[in-house]
C-alpha cells in the first residue's frame, strides 16, 4: 500500500503542484476496485520479469485482442519494444503481495520470479513465460505500439489462452494501490 503523502509527493513531481493535476487525479480516484493483471516478459538473452499493471483492457473479439499500457521508465517497455511479445496474466487474490513486488521492484534490479517465487512455465507460442496457479492467461505478439504520453499502450494478439484454477481474481481496490480480493454483489 501507498501512503497518502507518497501519492501527494508523486503527484507534485509528476505535474509539479498544479490544481489541475490535482483533480484529475482525484476524479480517477473514483473509479477503483480495479482489476489488476501481471504481464510476462522474457529478455533476447532469456531472462524473464513480470510487471503489475492496472491500465490493461480487452479490445477486440476477432481476432481476439488485448491492450496495455507501459510507463517508458520501466524494465519490462523496453523488454516489450525488443521482444514484441507478453503472456498476460490474471493473478488469484492471493497472489496480493506477490503482485505488489512485482509492481513496486525493477527487473532491472531483482529477479521478480525467484523473489515472490511464481514459477515459470513455458508456453505454447511465445517465449515469455506463463505463471503456474494463474486463473487465466493469455500468450500475446504485440500488433501494435500507440505512444500516449507518458505510457505507451501495446496492443495483443492472443495466441493461445489457458485457463487454470477457478478463483476469485486480484484488484487493487483504492488510490493507495491496496490489493485485495472483491466479491460479486449477490443477485445481480
Ligand atoms: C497495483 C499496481 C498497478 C500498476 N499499474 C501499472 C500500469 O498499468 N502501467 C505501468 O507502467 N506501471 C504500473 N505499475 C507500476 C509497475 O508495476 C512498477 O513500476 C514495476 O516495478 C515495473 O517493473 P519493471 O521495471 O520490472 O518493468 C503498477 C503498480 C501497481 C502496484
Known amino acids: 500500500m501507498v501512503s497518502s503523502a507518497k501519492i501527494a509527493q508523486k503527484i507534485a513531481e509528476i505535474f509539479g503542484g498544479s490544481d489541475m493535476a490535482s483533480a484529475v487525479e482525484e476524479a480517477f480516484a473514483r473509479r477503483f476496485p480495479e482489476a489488476v493483471v501481471l504481464a510476462t516478459t522474457r529478455s533476447p538473452e532469456g531472462k524473464p520479469n513480470i510487471i503489475t499493471l492496472g491500465w490493461w483492457m480487452r479490445t477486440s473479439h476477432k481476432p481476439p485482442m488485448v491492450a496495455i499500457s507501459v510507463a517508458h521508465k520501466r524494465f519490462s517497455y523496453g523488454l516489450l519494444v525488443r521482444t514484441g511479445e507478453f503472456v498476460l496474466v490474471i493473478p488469484p487474490e492471493e497472489w496480493a503481495e506477490a503482485a505488489w513486488l512485482c509492481g513496486t521492484k525493477s527487473g532491472r534490479d531483482v529477479d521478480k520470479f525467484g523473489e515472490t517465487g511464481l514459477k515459470a512455465v513455458k ?9 503456474e496457479g494463474a486463473v487465466a492467461q493469455f500468450e500475446c505478439v504485440v500488433r501494435a505500439m500507440v505512444p ?14 489457458h485457463l487454470g484454477p477457478s478463483k476469485p481474481p486480484l484488484y487493487s481496490l483504492n488510490r493507495r494501490l491496496e490489493l485485495g480480493g472483491v466479491r460479486a454483489v449477490s443477485g445481480v
Do not use: Q
Open 123 to 131: 508456453g505454447e507460442k511465445v517465449s515469455a513465460p506463463l505463471i
Open 148 to 161: 500516449t504520453g507518458d505510457h505507451t499502450v501495446f496492443v495483443g494478439e492472443v495466441l493461445a489462452a
